[in-house]
């Protein structure tokens, strides 16, 4: 069996953000890859969420929930120093040659991006269905209401020859 990570336990006021909605939490301990929160309603299992304390961004992915809490396994190491505020943030150079304030902070934005553009593109495929769908049912009422009025005319004319 695989041994767990040590956790540290804390109390760490938060926010997150599962899907267009914030809430409070509380971040109760803290291990190299994961967090525990405590909050009122913790999301579903399998759900990505945004944890945020002060400058520090956390995107995280939903591993158990339990009552009032909940575990979430982060991909990036969780820096407990910078959660707690205890570590002032120096920019630092990443191997890509970037002045970053966190490695996990541009790992974060870009997640949120492609999450953006993930939730756009799939509001413009809806849309296209959507409108497709709605042609053809109005070209298929326009053929229905074609044959049920011509009937009548169709055999006034046959009578009238």
Not at 16 to 32: F, P
Not at 43 to 64: F, H, K, S, T
Not at 97 to 125: M, N, T, W, Y
Request: hydrophobic content about 40%.
């Amino acid at each position: 069996m695989k041994s767990r990570e040590p956790r540290q336990t804390v109390i760490i006021p938060a926010q997150m953000r599962g899907g267009s909605a914030w809430s409070d939490v509380c971040i109760r301990n803290v291990s190299n890859h994961g967090i525990m929160l405590e909050m009122s309603k913790p999301p579903a299992p399998g759900c990505y969420v945004e944890l945020r304390r002060a400058n520090v961004v956390v995107v995280a992915r939903v591993m158990w929930t339990e009552a009032d809490r909940c575990g979430l396994r982060t991909q990036a190491k969780v820096d407990l120093g910078a959660l707690s505020g205890r570590k002032e943030q120096v920019p630092r150079a990443s191997g890509l040659g970037h002045a970053l304030a966190q490695p996990s902070q541009l790992r974060s934005d870009r997640l949120i991006r492609a999450a953006e553009r993930a939730r756009h593109v799939g509001r413009g495929l809806q849309f296209a269905c959507g409108t497709i769908f709605g042609g053809a049912l109005v070209i298929l009422l326009s053929m229905v209401t074609y044959e049920a009025m011509a009937r009548p005319f169709t055999a006034m004319r046959e009578a009238l020859r």
